[in-house]
C-alpha cells in the first residue's frame, strides 16, 4: 500500500479519494472546503491544514482541479509544491486541462528530479464513485508503470497515450466527439418525434442500425427512455454543460495550434455556450435535447 496525497475534492476528486481509502492506502487530503475534507475524513482520511503537507513522505501526490491555471499554480506558483515535492514522489494531475499547462508542469517537475504525468479521466460521477473510470495518461513508460499501481484502485480502463500532454489531448478529443455525437442523436430523436414517431422504439431502431452509438444506447438525452440517464431525472448532472463547454473549448484551442480542421467541434461548441447563455450551465450536458424539442 501506498502513502498518498489527494488534492481537489470535488464532484469527482472526492469519490476517488474515498475510493483509494477503501482500497487501503494512506491517504491524506486537501480542499478549500471544509466540509469536503471532513467528508474523507469520515472515510479514514488524513486531512491536511496546509496543501503542501500532502507532500510529506507521499509516494503519490493526485490532483483533480478545474483548470490549467490551478494545476500550474499549485505546483509552480509561490510556495509551489515543487518547493515541497520529494524526488521519490509521482505526482498524478488527473485534471482535464489544456495540453501546453501540462507540459509547462512536467517539464518544471522533471528539471527538479519530480516525476509528473496527466492523467484525465473519462467516466463521470458515477464512474468516479463506482471506481470505474477510464485513466488516459501522458508521461514515459517508467512513469506510466509507477501511475498503474494506484490508479486502478479508482479506475477499470488505463491507457498510455502517449508522452506528457498526450492523456489531456486524448481525453479532448474523445469529449468532442462524445458532444458531436449527444447533439446529433438529440436532432434525429426529436425529428421522429415530431413526425411521430415513439422515441423508445426509434431508439431502439437506431441501436439495431448504423446508427448505433454511446449517447443512443447508455446515456439517451431523451426524457423517459433510459429509466437512470440524466434525462429522466429532469437533467441532474452527470457531467456538466458547463464542462463540456470548458472542454470544447480545450479542443478548439489544441485545433487552433495544429491548424486541425474541426467545424462540428466549433459548432458543438456555440452550441452549448448557447446553453450556458440560457442559464443551462449547471444541467447535465444531455440537455441539449430541449434546444431541439423546445420550440
Not at 507521499?58 to 524526488?87: F, Q, W
Not at 442500425?209 to 444506447?217: C, P, Y
Not at 452527470?238 to 480545450?250: E, P, R, S
Amino acid at each position: 500500500m501506498a502513502k498518498i496525497g489527494f488534492i481537489g475534492l470535488g464532484n469527482m476528486g472526492g469519490p476517488m479519494a474515498c475510493n483509494l481509502v477503501k482500497a487501503g492506502h494512506t491517504v491524506t487530503v486537501f480542499d478549500l472546503s471544509d466540509d469536503a475534507m471532513a467528508h474523507l475524513a469520515e472515510q479514514g482520511a488524513s486531512t491536511a491544514s496546509d496543501v503542501t503537507q500532502v507532500c510529506d513522505g507521499a509516494d503519490y501526490v493526485i490532483s483533480m482541479l478545474p483548470a490549467g491555471k490551478h494545476v500550474r499554480a499549485i505546483y509552480c506558483g509561490e510556495n509551489g509544491l515543487i518547493n515541497h515535492l520529494s524526488t521519490h514522489t509521482l505526482v498524478i494531475d488527473c485534471s482535464t486541462i489544456d495540453a501546453e499547462s501540462a507540459q509547462f508542469v512536467g517539464k518544471a517537475l522533471s528539471d527538479a528530479g519530480v516525476s509528473f504525468v496527466d492523467a484525465p479521466v473519462s467516466g463521470g460521477v458515477a464512474g468516479a464513485a463506482a471506481g470505474t473510470l477510464t485513466f488516459i495518461v501522458g508521461g514515459s513508460q517508467n512513469d506510466f508503470d509507477g501511475a498503474n499501481k494506484v490508479l486502478p484502485d479508482m479506475g477499470k480502463n488505463i491507457f498510455h497515450a502517449g508522452e506528457i500532454g498526450a492523456g489531456q489531448v486524448a481525453k479532448i478529443c474523445n469529449n468532442m466527439l462524445l458532444s458531436i455525437l449527444m447533439a446529433g442523436t438529440s436532432e434525429a430523436l426529436q425529428m421522429g418525434i415530431d413526425h411521430g414517431l415513439d422515441p423508445k422504439v426509434l431508439s431502439e431502431i437506431m441501436l439495431n442500425s448504423s446508427g448505433r452509438n454511446w449517447t443512443l444506447e447508455l446515456y439517451n438525452p431523451c426524457p423517459d427512455v433510459l429509466e437512470n440517464a440524466p434525462s429522466s431525472n429532469d437533467y441532474k448532472p452527470g457531467f456538466m454543460v458547463d464542462l463540456m463547454a470548458k472542454d470544447l473549448g480545450l479542443a478548439q484551442q489544441a485545433a487552433q495550434q495544429t491548424n486541425s480542421a474541426t467545424p462540428m467541434g466549433a459548432l458543438a461548441k456555440n452550441l452549448y455556450n448557447l446553453m450556458q447563455n440560457q442559464g443551462k450551465g449547471s444541467e447535465d450536458f444531455s440537455a441539449i435535447f430541449k434546444l431541439f424539442s423546445e420550440k
